[in-house]
Every structure is written in structure tokens, then in C-alpha cells.
């Protein structure tokens, strides 16, 4: 089945206390992302990937690190979380950026981050 | 730098009625897509529609693109309760990168 999965699906943590958040997908898929999801605010990017050791910075990318050694993993890094980091995260994936071929974005469930 | 605003925040109807929901953008974009949420969970793909298409159908989801006035409406007729979630619409931005995701709409369809 394809899919994209994150884990954990709950965390709380102390702030300072570094944590990673994975993120896999079985699907092959060159373009992957991260979102934090916010009340009121919506999804906003904090950083995306268009390939292999290929990463650059969304819309609100302090805080945070990501890597992608491998095509399917692309975890999200807080070096040292604080309470302004307490949100809903979602990984994504898809084919590409979406511009030419309009290839839609395949979501994670989702990780509930609580930052103390 | 959000691309798509939706419109209303929040829409509440009855079973069987019909939902409207719109979406505005900014810059030119080369697709639009919409995308479900269910409380809490992961987005799902709904339907996507090209900046050369006006209109497409799936199911029961109409979903028209005016370019001309950079704005997307997605019809659910004769909704259920299962249907109720948040809906998005999604576009890549100025540069060609990213998905950006609207604000979104709270739909809530009662029994």
C-alpha cells in the first residue's frame, strides 16, 4: 500500500531536549516536505526536499534541521525544542514540486508535538 | 507567502444540501488541487484541475478554476455527514518549489 509514514504519532517533551520526527515513504517519490499545522494558521512549509541530499527552507524553517541521506527518509530534526514548537507536523510526499506534471501530495498521519 | 485563501473559515449545512467552498490566489499557477482533512489526521487528495480546465467532476465534487479572476470554487452536492472535515486548496507558489496550502474550510454537515 502506498503510503507515507511518521513516527511517533504523540511526543511530549521538555524543552532543550533534542528530537527527531521520521518520516518514510514506499512510494519512490522525489519531492518531500514538512508542515506544521497551527489553529488559524493553516499548513505552512518548514522545509521540503526535491531530491536526494537536496533540501531547502519553507516558509518557517527556524528550529529546525532535516536530511535526506535516502530517497524514501526524510526526517525532521528540533535541536532543541521549545514551547513555540508545540504543533501538528505532517510529512508529504509526491512525484515532484507539482508544477509541470500536477502530481498530488501524499500526507503522513500526522505527529502531535507538545514542547514543556 | 501563503498562496490560496478559502472561503468561508467555517460553513455548517444539513444532510443532503449542497457545500460551496472557495479559493483565492495570487500568481499565476500551472494547477490547483483541493485536499480533505479529517480532525486531527493526514490530508487527502480530492480532485485537481489544470489553469487550462474550467470545470471537472469526480463524484460528487464539482470543482470550477476561473484564471481570469484567480479563483477555485469546490462544490460537495448532496452531502453526507461523512463528509465533514476541513477542505484546502492547494497551490505552488511563486517559485515553482512548494505546495501551499490555505487556511482552509471547516465544513460540518448535520444529520
Known amino acids: 500500500e502506498a503510503q507515507v509514514t511518521q513516527n511517533p504519532r504523540y511526543l511530549i517533551t521538555v524543552t532543550g531536549k533534542k528530537l527527531t520526527v521520521t518520516c518514510s515513504q514506499n512510494?519512490?517519490?522525489?519531492?518531500m516536505s514538512w508542515y506544521r499545522q497551527d489553529p488559524g494558521l493553516g499548513l505552512r512549509q518548514i522545509y521540503y526536499s526535491m531530491n536526494v541530499e537536496v533540501t531547502d527552507k519553507g516558509d518557517v524553517p527556524e528550529g529546525y534541521k532535516v536530511s535526506r541521506k535516502e530517497k524514501r527518509n526524510f526526517p525532521l530534526i528540533l535541536e532543541s525544542p521549545s514551547p513555540n514548537q508545540t504543533s501538528l507536523y505532517f510529512c508529504?510526499?509526491?512525484?515532484?514540486?507539482?508544477?509541470?506534471?500536477?502530481?498530488?501530495?501524499?500526507f503522513g498521519q500526522g505527529t502531535r508535538l507538545t514542547v514543556v | 507567502s501563503q498562496q490560496g485563501e478559502e472561503d468561508p473559515q467555517a460553513l455548517s449545512i444539513q444532510e443532503g444540501e449542497n457545500a460551496t467552498m472557495n479559493c483565492s490566489y495570487k500568481t499565476s499557477i500551472n494547477n490547483l488541487q483541493w485536499y480533505r482533512q479529517n480532525s486531527g489526521r493526514g490530508l487527502v487528495h480530492l480532485i485537481l484541475i489544470r489553469s487550462n480546465e474550467r470545470e471537472k467532476h469526480s463524484g460528487r465534487l464539482r470543482v470550477t478554476l476561473d484564471t481570469s479572476k484567480k479563483s477555485s470554487s469546490l462544490l460537495i452536492t448532496a452531502s453526507r455527514a461523512a463528509d465533514t472535515a476541513s477542505y484546502f486548496c492547494a497551490t505552488v507558489d511563486n517559485y515553482g518549489q512548494n505546495f501551499v496550502f490555505g487556511p482552509g474550510t471547516r465544513l460540518s454537515v448535520l444529520p
Open positions: 508529504a510526499s509526491s512525484w515532484d514540486r507539482g508544477r509541470d506534471t500536477g502530481t498530488e501530495a501524499f
Open positions: 512510494m519512490n517519490h522525489e519531492y
